[in-house]
């Protein structure tokens, strides 16, 4: 109890703290569950605080965020809420049962026992509960939650586990990686056995894409992935995520967002290829942006590559790409060249126009209407190959175009 209190501050804190006293005091059975009990047992640092009620999980979120002059957010109807205070959100869930009627279903979902809800989740180490009541309660773990842990093992709690919810081998791989453990070989045959099945075409887009999006927050997401291509795993999510050499180059590396994952397994593609996937983890449009502008770029650096390609050239070829996907894009470039040019681009060269304005070439003579337009182009890319320099210049370039075009 200690090292979960001492483990977290602020509005995490203040709702950890409500929720033990209405456990001691007034004996409601709340109950920390999942992730804060294993992390608290491993003593490393939780991110959220996950709350189980035996009862009405959404009137007891709502009198907490009363107390704490918090927000709470309830779906009735699920038996689910989320208080935020001070910034932080929290999860709070009435202890339910969960049944598959087909495998990669969504569950039957009715209110239960703690037992229940222990049993309906996915790995041992994550199945342990907490009772807030008491100083010093024990954990309850009816699956070997804490064998596990000592044992470093990530294991689930039934055979079918897997087949039942797929998304199960992309959070497997997750906490593997992420504690320094390893799938047990139970663990691994089930899951093949799962990919054999076919399991995972049953789950929606939005659901992996949901795990695959909490892969990219975590700090060994290249592991992660690499970890989930070497198993079948995201094979099974859609056949073509097989090629890791992109992951590998990203893995060990900080600082990664998802764009940077995103070009690193679907940068490879082809065009076609390239929007199945983004239509099978029905991806954002600014996510499937980048995809797609990753692949444009690869299919053109011919064009910016070699040894005189002036500016204009460069801007020419990626002007109307994503500058996201060319800035995730630079580090897969393996010609340092091409990969400078991406780079001044970027920083540079996609900035550059004229000092003149469009009404200012209309003062000059320039006629109204595509002539404009041209001139301007013809005027930034001057100025981007140093042909001209200074207004006085582009006054210059401006009437050889009248003249040329009249
Ligand atoms: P952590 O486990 O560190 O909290 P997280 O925040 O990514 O990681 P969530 O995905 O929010 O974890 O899951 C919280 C808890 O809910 C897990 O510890 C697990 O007990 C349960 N859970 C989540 N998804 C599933 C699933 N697909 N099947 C079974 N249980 C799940």
Redesign the pocket.
Known sequence: MDRVAGGVNGGQLAVFNSMRRRATGEGIPVYL????V??AVLNVP???L?FVLIGDAPALAADVADELGGQATVHPRFGTATVEVEGHRM?VVTARKESYPSPGSLPEVSASNLDDDLA????SI??MALPLSGDSPEVIDPHGGLDALAGKSVGTLHPS?FAD?P??ML?AV??EQ?LGFQITTDALSEMQQAINGGHADAVSGDRWRQEFQ?IFEEDRAAEMLLRGIELGALAAIHPVLTDGKGLTRLAGEGDLGPNDFLVALAGSLSAVVGDGFARRLNLPTDWAQVVRDTIALREKQSAISGRSVMPSAVCAALDGLNPDAIAASVRFTDDPQVAARLRRYLDEWRLVSPALTGDDLLVMGVPSGPMVGEALRELTSAKLDGLVSGEEGERTLVHQIILRGS
């Open positions: 569950v999942g992730g804060p294993r992390d939780t991110r959220d996950d999860d309906r989740r996915d790995f994550n199945a586990s919810d998304t199960r959070r997750r906490y992420r909490k």
